[in-house]
């Protein structure tokens, strides 16, 4: 297996689980409550900290009735290096998910050292090779993605001469039941790609990622959030950081 190196941390087998708080869009715009997550993150003993960059046209048409919600969440360039800078003042790594040239340009002005695409994404072939040219690692999430989906993706970015990359496995459903996340997937994509696996979790609770990585998951990746009761839509499927404190102590 190809283990994965980010900012010295290894990934993969016989190593730590590398732990990312998805902090999402759960700043609701206010790079205060952005700073506040990446604190609370580091405290809880997340490797790193990810949240989403984007411009609201590069992936919903301006008819759509969640444009302005988008819109609205939203943080310009300056903002999210001041957040980035943070993040390594608190000794926590920072990445985000970025869904097209405009978000990835303001990525690798923050001087983030890996990249993480979104299941969404996974076909978004141009996205995947202009990340694939900048020679960092990547994390893809593969929920509802075939496997013929995912042998493409990492094409694209292998083509570019890419070999850094990890797949985690995902199920696009917000919550997900217990009986749905069907982790014997970790095995199958460890067997097929020989990268590392983890397992990006929509549960409710705790319990779920400390299974996943009993059955060999190298990464976990979970919602996070300071206060489930903020307005903001993944504020409820989140964990706040007591929970998620017990989560990676599990």
Do not use: R
């Not at 590398?18 to 205060?32: L, P, R, S, T, V």
């Not at 608190?90 to 998910?97: E, H, M, Q, R, Y």
């Not at 919550?175 to 696996?197: A, C, G, M």
């Amino acid at each position: 297996m190809n283990n994965l190196n980010i900012n010295g941390q290894k990934i993969g087998e016989e190593e730590p689980t590398f732990i990312i708080a998805e902090a999402g869009i759960n700043h609701d715009g206010d790079i205060n409550l952005a700073k506040k997550l990446v604190q609370k993150a580091s405290d809880s003993g997340a490797d790193a900290v990810k949240f989403q960059i984007f411009k609201a046209k590069e992936f919903c048409s301006v008819k759509s009735e969640y444009f302005n919600l988008f819109k609205d969440l939203e943080l310009d360039e300056a903002e999210w290096i001041e957040i980035a800078d943070f993040a390594k003042e608190k000794n926590i790594l920072f990445t985000a998910s970025v869904f097209g040239d405009e978000s990835h340009e303001i990525l690798d002005k923050t001087g983030s050292t890996f990249y993480k695409t979104a299941s969404g994404d996974i076909t978004y072939k141009g996205l995947l090779q202009s990340l694939g040219k900048k020679g960092k690692p990547i994390i893809l999430s593969t929920g509802m993605a075939t496997i013929g989906e995912i042998e493409e993706a990492l094409q694209y970015i292998h083509q570019n001469g890419n070999s850094k990359v990890a797949l985690l496995h995902c199920v696009s459903n917000y919550p997900t039941d217990y009986k749905e996340t069907n982790l014997n997937v970790i095995k199958s994509l460890k067997k097929l790609f020989q990268i590392p696996v983890g397992f990006s979790d929509h549960t409710n609770g705790t319990i779920i990622p400390a299974i996943a990585v009993a059955l060999g998951a190298n990464i976990i990746e979970k919602h996070f959030t300071i206060d489930k009761s903020l307005p903001g839509p993944d504020h409820n499927l989140s964990l706040e950081p007591k929970e998620f404190k017990e989560m990676v102590n599990n």
